[in-house]
């Protein structure tokens, strides 16, 4: 899955920074490609760099047991890979899997701790982004549990669409199952249902969301609460539309 040419050009990290700060970090970083399904950590993995991603995405996924694993959660634009560094962890807790390709800032863990203690900001950002993912995976749980299968396939969709910045997502029912951790007729049955109701479109292992608004209105509103905490944590104002800036 690639992402549109017209994807934001800085991650929304940085953005959040004050321009001196920000200058600083940019001209210690390299940009880099990022290519799909490239492996960027395996759990227990040393982690040499983080990644605030621009244009690509990176999958988070639980593995345990020998088994594929659970796609926790997704970084894009809005945060980084490898932010356990900014806490003083050295190794991977997840497998990171780049699903969508393209770019991304990177600086290496020695960078990183150096721009941590010269950058009162930077720290803060950080900080309030890993409190957004522990938010937001506090959530995860629950939404397993309470919320219907249909409601939690529209949630993804979206998150998947908010990281590509594309309507048109390159998923499987297979990988679908993954990221909901159910089966794939549980998928299928969702997916139909969401198709019914003329909010996307599915062939030949692309989804294109057609209703972006009715598939909001479908999903569970964990989307929403973690958009909204992540927009107050990171201190970025939300419209009624629920854009970010």
Not at 108 to 114: D, I, K, S, W
Not at 233 to 236: N, P, Q, R
């Given at each position: 899955m690639t992402s549109d040419s017209t994807a934001p050009a800085l991650n929304r990290l940085l953005e959040a920074l004050p321009p001196a700060d920000r200058t600083h970090l940019l001209a210690r970083c390299d940009s880099v490609e990022l290519a799909a399904p490239q492996v960027l950590y395996e759990p227990g993995d040393a982690m040499l760099h983080i990644h605030f991603p621009t244009s690509a995405f990176v999958s988070l996924v639980s593995t345990a047991d020998g088994h594929d694993g659970?796609?926790?959660g997704m970084v894009g634009n809005e945060g980084?890979?490898?932010?356990?560094?900014s806490l003083g962890v050295q190794r991977s807790p997840l497998r990171t899997l780049v699903q969508g390709s393209g770019l991304a800032w990177r600086l290496?863990?020695?960078?990183?701790?150096?721009e941590l203690l010269e950058s009162a900001p930077l720290k803060r950002v950080l900080q309030h982004y890993v409190c957004a993912l522990l938010t937001?995976?506090?959530r995860l749980g629950l939404c397993h549990q309470f919320h219907q299968i249909e409601e939690r396939l529209a949630r993804w969709l979206l998150t998947t669409q908010d990281c590509a910045h594309s309507a048109h997502l390159a998923l499987t029912h297979e990988v679908l199952g993954r990221m909901l951790g159910v089966r794939r007729v549980g998928?299928?049955?969702?997916a139909t249902a969401l198709h019914a109701r003329h909010l996307i479109d599915y062939r030949r292992g692309v989804i294109t969301i057609t209703?972006?608004?009715?598939l909001e209105n479908a999903a569970c509103d964990?989307?929403?609460a973690n958009r909204r905490s992540y927009a107050e944590?990171?201190?970025?104002r939300e419209d009624a539309a629920g854009n970010t800036s």
């Open positions: 659970l796609q926790t980084a890979v490898g932010h356990e560094l290496t863990a020695q960078a990183l701790e150096q937001e995976f506090g998928i299928t049955n969702a209703d972006r608004p009715g964990c989307y929403r944590l990171i201190g970025l």
